[in-house]
Every structure is written in structure tokens, then in C-alpha cells.
């Protein structure tokens, strides 16, 4: 079974992505902050990671960027969520190591199609 | 959380906390206006609230708030300053949001309308006409697929990075592949010797021959993410493609759009949810599995036939610290709550006229969630009670040579198993004097009937004392005091003033840590064993066999010289049968009156854990609620308050029996 860790400090945020992806089959990790995904990720192997990018304590970009260093984590893809507004951070996330994203507000559908493309 | 919790509830909950947060950063604002902290903090609850907002289904939250983030936008980036009369406007603002949230149906548009008018006049942003759209969920759906089929080159090179980014080619590949007829054939020219090469590293191109119904911009969309990192040439097999990029990254079709104004039906039920710090839930796990290691000890011991003294002693240790650990989780800091009265008493010192300042202090102390939560309606009255009766008139308190702004200090703190919360003012004090006029002429207290200074004060708790003809000095202190009280001995906690003429008052609210578990003490009257709550019982004596051979009148103890009522159980609970020959007396207190309770016999320290009465016990008023015993029998919790109160009416009925009969 795939494990997805899903990095949000909305509660309800993570409960739609953990309803919808364990649905489908996935196992889910949550984390409410970036420093609590490191510490998550670096204790348990994970093989798709979804972060917000708006978090207190340590904000997504730096997750990413720390994630990416974590030889483990070379090659994971990593999506985060952004809304349309916050157009100008893609590229900057991307440049962190990002591997795609989803746009909020999403549905269910959509967040299944990122996972499925990225872990087939 | 439950796994079918519904995301909305969630939400429900989360936007609450976001929005004291945003209160809280707002008012504070206020005193610090350059603190870019403070802006960026009340930016980030709105753009959460935003983002999450739309997601389930709350298009007019979502679309309200944009607004607000876009005019308050303008405050971060410095170009507004958030002055008082923006924070005012802002603090609206976040009630519509919360008032969108729980009762969409009670929102009024034109409020929002006029909210958003006001905010945007202040900060000048530019009418944000696109707004609505840009939080509504896109409508990009792929274009359907065209009837046609059309055949495609397509030449797939990706930067060396994409691997370690975390793209796998070989599963856009297939995506591809599941398109149309798809055939791939794969250019390793770039591959390296061996010792040259670099695992993470994609030196493949791949050619792709493709037969579809789907238009080039599914394919463009496989790559979607990869597209800044990669080469890709798309050429239509018969017509010439055009190069370009889709603007817009995957989308799902968006199914049903959503109907804007749809009313937002809220669930019936309070999300009744609690955050847990992860690492409680770490120490409780440790202290469950030592639990079962002790259970399995248990066991074995059991079936040898030998000991288990040892075992139930690990047990014993085991359950206490699961229940403390327990309780842990069920604590929440009561800061959550303060916040609250901050805004209040902004409002109240905006309304009154007067300059006050809250203190608040002790705010990471824990209390139980459910005490939490009922405690915001009593410590709301007593604070407006204080700022609103307690504090003078600027003018006034020139005069009595004081600061003009009013203090309002709310202090929180652990005693022991109870918790502390303390309202003080620096206000005119409580006048004994005129309550007690006041209590005479309403009847409440016999005139010149002996009084302690704070049995005085606790009248103005008395429903009949909170009148609005209470006037000047006292002014109306006391309005909805007796809600203060009512709750207060609901959660069996008591009241406590202190005051003096000219320096203020203070009140405080002593409360038990939870209300699941209690300390008890266990006594016996006839065959029905009962529990009193420890925190009000001051000692235990023996019954005099003079008063135990006295009659139904007037029964009093001499405690070190005080006279103490008591009331005698059995009679009271119809115990038949012969009392014990040597009964006790159990003295309990509750906000300072005494009364001693006659039982048959005292059983020793109880850990009590509350069950509550059943519907049609609900009425009776001597019980607060029900235990279960070792021995797997029932014992009732006597409700001191209660029993206080009943021994006071016996005392009066008592009196005036007797002034009749003079």
C-alpha cells in the first residue's frame, strides 16, 4: 500500500485529503506544520508527499527544500497546494523541488488524478 | 476525529479558532500598528479561512473573506495603516464571516455589502470586481474529446533534475499511452559509459507516435508539471500543431458548478471535536501498553494459581496515571477563552466611555474542555459587571486620585485540584452597607440579622438582588450575577469576593480540574452507602449522644465555638432501622456556609468517577450524580450546594415556626 503524507495546518484540509485518498485505497500520514512533516517523514518511508504552502512554524517552500536534501526523499514527488492568487509562489516552489501541484479550491477527483499520475 | 466526521464540521471548528486568532491580532493591532507580525498573522486566518472556505462549500464565506484579504492586503503591504477606526471595521468584518459560518440564513447580505463598502474606503483598494470568480472553483475543464482522429508526433525530453524532483517519466508515459494507439520508442544516444554514469540523472528522449480523439491540449496536460523542465514538441500528423503552453494546470472537469447562493444548510449537531497535543497521545499509548504487558502478567499469575498482589499494585499505578494522562487530553489552556473578553472589553470601554485596559495572566493554565467551554457566559457577566459598575468614570477616578484608565485584571491559576480565575477591578469597590439595606428592604435578610462582610457580598449573586432599581454606589451590580452563581455551583465550583470601598473588587471562581473525575469521600447511612465530594468537606467529628438523642428541631453542633446546622441523612433519605450508635458528623462548606451531614458511618477515600442521573432522576435535588463502586454497587453523589441550601429553608422554616408560635 502507497503512503501519502499530507502536510496542512487546516484540520479540515486534511481530513477531505485523508477521506478522499484513503478511499481510494491510499494509506494517509498527516502532519499539521512543516517541522512535524520532517519529523514524519523521517521516521516512517513515505512515497507521495502533499503540503500546503501557507503554514506556520516552518512554511511549505522550506519543507520542500529541507525534504528534497533528505536522500530518502530524492525522487519523491512532493505536490503542493496553492490558490490562484498565490500564482508567482509555483515557480518558486518548484525551484524548491516541488514536483507538481493542486490548486485550490479542489475536489476530490482532482486530488486523486495528481496522486494517480504521480504514483501511477 | 472519526474517520466519517464530515469535513465541513471541521472546518466549522477550525474557521472558529481562526477567526479569535484573527481578533486577537486585530486588537492587538491596535496597540502595536507596525507590528508586521501581527498583520501577517491575521492575513494568514483569513487566507486559510478563504482557501478552506470554498473547498466545502461555503462560496459566500469564501467570496466575503477574498474581499476582506484584498482590502486588508493593502495593510500588509504598508500602503494602509490599520488605524482604530480600520480595526473596528475589521472586527465587524470577522463577526459577518462567523456569522456567515454558523447562520448563513440570519446573514444579511447588505450588511456584508456595507461591511466590505466601509473596509474598501478605507484601504482604497481598487473595486475587486474579479473577486468571486477567482474563489469559485474553476470551470477549466479539458475540452471534450474532439470525434476525430488525429495522429501525433510528439518528442519527449526532460532536464536531468526530473527524477530527483520527483517525476516519473515512465508513468506520464503511460499516460500517454492511455490516450489512444500509442507506440513508444525510446533514443538513448545521451546515455554515459557505466563508470560515468549518474543514477538520479534521465538521459533518455523518448519518441512517441500517437493516435487520439483527445486535442493536443491532453497532451500538453500529461506533462503539466513537468513542462518548465522538459522539451516537448507536439506536431499534429496532418496539419502543422501550433506551439503553446496551457495556462491553466489539471483540471478535473468541475462537475455540477455550484450554486453561489445556495443556502449553506448547518448540521444540527456541534462539532464536538478537541486538538490533541501529539505527544499526550504518545504518553497515553505508553502507559496502554504497559497496561497490557501488566494485564498479560496478570494472566499468567492467575493461572499458576499464585500472587497477584504485586500485579494489581501495577495496576493500580497504571490506571492512575491513564486517567491523569486521560484528563490530559481533555485540557485545554483557558487563553482561548480570554481572548474573547479582550474584544469585549474593547466594546464595553468603546460603549461606556471609559478607558480600560484588560490584563490577562495565567492564560496557559489547563482546565477541562467542558469547563472551558462553560465558563466563557459566567466570566463574561462578571467581567462586564466590573467594567461596567465596578470602574468610575474617567472624571470620577481623577478625582479619587486614580489612573483615568480602568484595569480589568484576569488572572488564572492552579490551586491544588482547583483552578483560580480572578476578576479584579480597580473600580469603587463593593458597599456592605448598602447591599445590606438593599437585602433588607427586599427581604432577602432578616434587618440587623449577624452578617459577614462576604456573606453580604454573596447576595448580590441572589436572583431577586439583580433589579435595575439597585442604584449610584451599587448601580446594578448583580445584573445576571445569578447565572454567575448558577453555572459556577453547576460545575461544583464556588465564588469568592473580596472588595474594598475605593480599591476595587475581586472576584473569583474556584473550579474543580474536571468534572469526570472526582476525589469523594465515602460514607454509609443505614444500608446505602453515599459519596461526598472531598473539595467541600472541611472535617469529619463525631455526634454528641446528647444532640444524637435530640430532637426533629433545630440540630446545631458546637464547632470550636461556632454553631453548625446539620442535617440528618437517614431522615432525610427515609432510612429505616436503627441508626449506628456511634454516627458522624461530615462538615461540609460551600461558598462559606457550613452544614454537617449525620451519617452512620465514614468508609474511607473514594476515587470517584462521575456517571451522570438518568432523565427522570435529573429532578432530584439532593444528588449531583452516581458512582459505581468497587464491589460493582451503586452510590449516589450527594450535591452539597444542594443539601446547604435545604438545611438553610429548614433553618428558616424552623424561625418562623417559632415567631408564630410567639
Given at each position: 500500500m502507497k503512503t501519502i503524507l499530507t502536510v496542512d495546518d487546516s484540520a479540515s484540509v486534511r481530513q477531505m485529503v485523508r477521506i478522499a485518498l484513503t478511499g481510494a485505497g491510499y494509506a494517509v500520514v498527516e502532519a499539521g506544520d512543516g517541522v512535524q512533516g520532517l519529523s514524519v517523514a523521517k521516521r516512517q518511508a513515505v512515497n507521495l508527499v502533499i503540503t500546503d504552502l501557507n503554514m506556520p512554524n516552518m512554511n511549505g517552500l522550506e519543507f520542500i527544500r529541507s525534504l528534497r536534501q533528505l536522500p530518502p526523499y530524492r525522487g519523491v514527488p512532493i505536490v503542493f497546494l496553492t490558490t490562484e492568487s498565490d500564482d508567482s509562489l509555483k515557480s518558486e516552489a518548484k525551484a524548491s523541488g516541488a514536483t507538481g501541484w493542486i490548486t485550490k479550491p479542489f475536489k476530490q477527483e482532482q486530488?486523486?488524478?495528481?496522486?494517480?499520475?504521480?504514483?501511477? | 476525529m472519526s474517520e466519517n466526521t464530515d469535513p465541513a464540521d471541521i472546518f466549522r471548528t477550525e474557521a472558529a479558532e481562526l477567526l479569535e486568532q484573527l481578533e486577537t491580532a486585530l486588537l492587538d493591532l491596535e496597540r502595536a500598528p507596525a507590528d508586521s507580525n501581527l498583520i501577517n498573522q491575521a492575513f494568514r486566518a483569513l487566507h486559510t479561512i478563504k482557501g478552506s472556505g470554498a473547498m466545502f462549500g461555503f462560496e459566500q464565506v469564501a467570496a466575503f473573506t477574498h474581499e476582506f484579504e484584498s482590502a486588508f492586503d493593502r495593510v500588509r503591504k504598508g500602503e494602509t495603516a490599520p488605524d482604530p477606526e480600520l480595526i473596528a471595521i475589521a472586527l465587524n468584518a470577522k463577526d459577518f464571516i462567523r456569522e456567515l459560518i454558523e447562520k448563513p440564513e440570519e446573514a444579511s447580505a447588505v450588511i456584508g455589502?456595507?461591511?466590505?463598502?466601509?473596509?474598501r474606503k478605507l484601504t482604497q483598494a481598487p473595486q475587486a470586481g474579479a473577486a468571486l470568480a477567482a474563489v469559485g472553483p474553476e470551470a477549466a475543464a479539458p475540452a471534450p474529446p474532439t470525434s476525430e482522429l488525429q495522429h501525433w508526433r510528439i518528442g519527449v525530453r526532460f532536464h536531468k533534475d526530473v527524477l530527483i524532483n520527483g517525476s516519473n517519466p515512465l508513468l506520464l508515459l503511460d499516460e500517454l499511452r492511455a490516450l489512444g494507439d500509442c507506440n513508444v520508442t525510446v533514443d538513448c544516444r545521451d546515455l554515459p559509459d557505466l563508470a560515468a554514469l549518474e543514477p538520479a540523472v534521465c538521459y533518455f528522449t523518448w519518441n512517441v507516435e500517437l493516435t487520439t480523439t483527445h486535442p493536443q491540449s491532453a497532451i500538453e496536460e500529461v506533462f503539466v508539471f513537468v513542462l518548465d523542465e522538459m522539451e516537448l514538441k507536439i506536431e499534429a500528423g496532418t496539419a502543422p500543431a501550433t506551439e503553446g503552453r496551457p495556462a491553466v494546470a489539471t483540471q478535473e472537469p468541475a462537475g455540477e458548478p455550484p450554486a453561489a447562493d445556495a443556502a449553506i444548510?448547518?448540521?444540527?449537531?456541534?462539532?464536538a471535536t478537541i486538538r490533541v497535543p501529539a505527544e499526550r497521545l504518545d504518553e497515553m499509548m505508553d502507559r496502554v501498553g504497559e497496561l497490557v504487558i501488566a494485564q498479560a502478567r496478570l494472566s499468567q499469575l492467575a493461572g499458576a494459581g499464585a500472587s497477584t498482589n504485586g500485579v494489581a499494585e501495577e495496576i493500580e499505578r497504571l490506571t492512575s496515571s491513564l486517567r491523569d494522562a486521560m484528563m490530559g487530553i481533555r485540557m485545554l489552556p483557558i487563553g482561548s477563552l480570554f481572548g474573547r473578553f479582550r474584544r469585549l472589553v474593547h466594546d464595553i470601554s468603546r460603549d461606556l466611555k471609559k478607558e480600560i485596559e484588560l490584563v490577562a495572566e495565567g492564560e496557559e493554565t489547563e482546565l477541562d474542555k467542558t469547563m472551558v467551554e462553560r465558563l466563557a457566559d459566567p466570566l463574561i457577566h462578571v467581567i462586564r459587571n466590573?467594567?461596567?459598575?465596578?470602574l468610575e468614570q474617567p472624571e470620577a477616578r481623577i478625582a479619587a486620585g486614580k489612573p483615568a484608565v480602568g484595569r480589568i485584571r484576569l488572572v488564572a491559576r492552579h490551586a491544588g485540584a482547583e483552578v483560580l480565575i480572578a476578576v479584579s477591578d480597580d473600580g469603587r469597590g463593593l458597599d456592605a452597607k448598602r447591599i445590606r439595606a438593599k437585602a433588607e428592604e427586599q427581604g432577602l435578610i432578616a434587618p440587623g440579622a449577624p452578617m459577614s462582610e462576604q456573606q453580604l457580598y454573596q447576595l448580590i449573586?441572589?436572583?431577586?438582588?439583580?433589579t435595575a432599581s439597585v442604584v449610584s454606589a451599587l448601580s446594578g451590580r448583580g445584573v445576571g450575577m445569578d447565572v454567575v452563581r448558577r453555572t459556577i455551583d453547576g460545575l461544583r465550583g464556588s465564588i469568592d469576593i473580596a472588595s474594598e470601598a475605593g480599591k476595587g473588587t475581586t472576584i473569583t471562581l474556584r473550579l474543580p480540574l474536571t468534572l469526570a473525575i472526582i476525589e469523594g469521600l465515602l460514607v454509609?447511612?443505614?444500608?446505602?452507602?453515599?459519596?461526598?465530594?472531598?473539595?467541600?468537606?472541611?472535617e469529619c467529628v463525631e455526634l454528641p449522644p446528647v444532640v444524637g438523642a435530640g430532637s426533629r428541631g433545630r440540630s446545631f453542633l458546637n464547632i470550636r465555638g461556632e454553631l453548625v446546622p446539620f442535617l440528618r441523612l437517614r431522615e432525610m433519605f427515609g432510612e429505616s432501622g436503627e441508626p449506628d450508635p456511634h454516627q458522624k458528623v461530615v462538615i461540609v462548606s460551600h461558598n462559606d456556609a457550613r452544614v454537617g451531614l449525620v451519617v452512620d458511618q465514614i468508609l474511607g477515600g473514594h476515587q470517584t468517577v462521575i456517571k451522570s442521573l438518568s432523565k427522570f432522576h435529573a429532578d432530584v435535588a439532593s444528588f449531583s450524580g452516581a458512582t459505581i463502586l468497587g464491589d460493582g454497587a451503586v452510590?449516589?453523589?450527594?450535591?452539597?450546594?444542594?443539601?446547604?441550601?435545604?438545611?438553610?429553608k429548614r433553618e428558616a422554616h424552623v424561625n418562623s415556626g417559632k415567631s408564630e408560635a410567639a
Open positions: 486530488l486523486l488524478a495528481v496522486a494517480k499520475k504521480l504514483l501511477g | 455589502m456595507c461591511i466590505l463598502t466601509d473596509l444548510k448547518r448540521g444540527g449537531k456541534e462539532a466590573a467594567a461596567d459598575h465596578g449573586f441572589h436572583p431577586g438582588f439583580s454509609r447511612v443505614g444500608d446505602a452507602r453515599y459519596v461526598a465530594p472531598l473539595t467541600s468537606v472541611e452510590a449516589l453523589i450527594l450535591d452539597v450546594p444542594q443539601l446547604i441550601a435545604a438545611a438553610q
